[in-house]
């Protein structure tokens, strides 16, 4: 295949650099928005290979741009890096291999493009873990002139394709009235029974919410003491829809059962909407076949997982809807080891993980290369998405 044995070479050259970037950011993690460390060390080595580097500032300070032009008019693709931690856990979703794999194939396809193409950029994109870096991001204009935008993630499966779910962030707070528990119950307002309700209506608004939806929540303020009818009580959710139009029937009905609770109480409920709403993630199927055909013959066969299975949220949702864009799996694990957990967190720096991550960063350098100088290959990715926007 076309470009593939060429940056199967280049990407085996660069493994042992690779492997330290994914190791070093492992080492440090660090939250949304103070990915100091990983920005500067991501932004040193790609500057070392030729990368003109143009860095963010204010909230985005740890967001950068490191771009190779050249000499012709061909297209702009972006490599996405993201290298946000979790609490507590650190690296346990991979961004550190996100970061590596597409500092490898940035570096790959650098040095086996010819001048006479068109641009590679790497953008880094900081606070995917709940900040939403790259809403801020496409409203600042980072990706203007981006033709598309490819990036990996590691998994606990093999999957090219796949869909994500919007998702909002909503906390319930219900203010009722505090009375003594046995001597004057009925001269109170339960907060608390308001909460339960709301979490009850929601329990049993599961039936008629459309496929592939999601609705979860914690209570984060139950009362004070037993004794005590809780003048307070409040509750987090998150509302998820495979689409904007289900995202927002769902969120309409949640709404409906907060208010319910609140007037069948008695209670007066104040409702905080987190600003930032990630977008469903609508991935680009014609640079996914060409992704497939290169990591397939690397040997991670895909799974055969569904599209809108296993899925969960993230901000390239919003970009999906502005780019052509591909974020595609692959597996460091064994199945039953999900992300976010302690064992996955072994995995991103274990030996099976870092021998898939080059892999995957090979069919992402090869992917890359096809992108910049196959000129039959961008119009099939732009038709696709055209059509997308027009029907969504």
């Known amino acids: 295949m076309k470009h593939l044995n060429e940056a199967k070479k280049a990407v085996r050259a660069l493994a042992p650099r690779i492997i330290e970037v994914n190791r070093t950011l492992f080492a440090?993690?660090?939250?949304?928005?103070?990915?100091?460390?990983?920005?500067?060390?991501?932004?040193?080595?790609?500057?070392?290979?030729?990368?003109?580097?143009?860095?963010?500032?204010?909230?985005?300070?740890?967001?950068?741009?490191?771009?190779?032009?050249g000499a012709g008019k061909g297209p702009v693709v972006a490599i996405l890096s993201e290298y946000d931690a979790l609490p507590n856990i650190g690296h346990?979703?991979?961004?550190?291999?996100?970061?590596?794999?597409?500092?490898?194939?940035?570096?790959?396809?650098?040095?086996?493009?010819?001048?006479?193409?068109?641009?590679?950029?790497?953008?880094?994109?900081?606070a995917e873990e709940g900040g939403g870096?790259?809403?801020?991001?496409?409203?600042?204009?980072?990706?203007?002139?981006?033709?598309?935008?490819?990036?990996?993630?590691?998994?606990?499966?093999?999957?090219?394709?796949?869909?994500?779910?919007?998702?909002?962030?909503?906390?319930?707070?219900?203010?009722?009235?505090?009375?003594h528990a046995a001597a004057h119950p009925e001269l109170g307002i339960n907060a608390l029974d308001a909460v339960i309700m709301l979490f009850n209506s929601i329990n049993a608004l599961r039936q008629q919410t459309p496929n592939f939806s999601r609705?979860?929540?914690?209570?984060?303020?139950?009362?004070?003491?037993?004794?005590?009818?809780?003048?307070?009580?409040s509750a987090k959710f998150f509302v998820r829809g495979i689409t904007m139009k289900d995202f927002r029937a769902v969120l309409a009905k949640v709404m409906d059962c907060a208010k319910g609770a609140a007037r069948a109480t008695g209670c007066r409920l104040k409702v905080v909407k987190n600003p930032l709403v990630y977008e469903p993630f609508e991935p680009n199927r014609a640079l996914g076949k060409v992704f497939r055909a290169y990591a397939e013959?690397?040997?991670?066969?895909?799974?055969?997982?569904?599209?809108?299975e296993e899925i969960g949220s993230s901000d390239i949702g919003n970009l999906s809807q502005v780019v052509p864009?591909?974020?595609?799996?692959?597996?460091?694990?064994?199945?039953?080891?999900?992300?976010?957990?302690?064992?996955?967190?072994?995995?991103?720096?274990?030996?099976?993980?870092?021998?898939?991550?080059?892999?995957?960063?090979?069919?992402?350098?090869?992917?890359?290369?096809?992108?910049l100088t196959d000129k039959s290959l961008l119009p099939v990715v732009r038709r696709e998405f055209e059509e997308f926007r027009k029907n969504r």
């Open 28 to 69: 440090r993690p660090e939250l949304n928005f103070n990915e100091r460390f990983a920005a500067q060390h991501l932004t040193d080595a790609l500057s070392a290979e030729g990368f003109t580097v143009r860095r963010g500032k204010g909230k985005l300070a740890t967001a950068f741009e490191a771009t190779w032009r």
């Open 92 to 126: 346990a979703c991979g961004h550190n291999m996100i970061a590596a794999a597409s500092f490898g194939a940035a570096v790959a396809a650098r040095r086996m493009l010819g001048k006479d193409c068109g641009t590679l950029k790497v953008i880094g994109t900081p």
């Open 133 to 179: 870096g790259k809403l801020m991001m496409i409203r600042d204009g980072w990706f203007k002139g981006v033709d598309a935008a490819l990036m990996t993630h590691p998994a606990n499966h093999n999957r090219t394709v796949a869909r994500m779910l919007a998702v909002m962030e909503l906390e319930f707070k219900y203010y009722g009235k505090a009375s």
């Open 215 to 233: 609705v979860h929540g914690i209570v984060t303020h139950g009362g004070d003491a037993p004794n005590i009818i809780p003048e307070f009580a």
């Open 297 to 308: 013959k690397l040997g991670l066969k895909d799974g055969g997982i569904p599209e809108n």
């Open 325 to 371: 864009c591909l974020h595609p799996e692959y597996a460091v694990s064994e199945p039953h080891i999900v992300i976010h957990s302690r064992e996955f967190l072994k995995a991103v720096v274990s030996r099976r993980g870092e021998e898939a991550m080059l892999k995957a960063a090979t069919a992402l350098t090869a992917t890359v290369c096809r992108l």
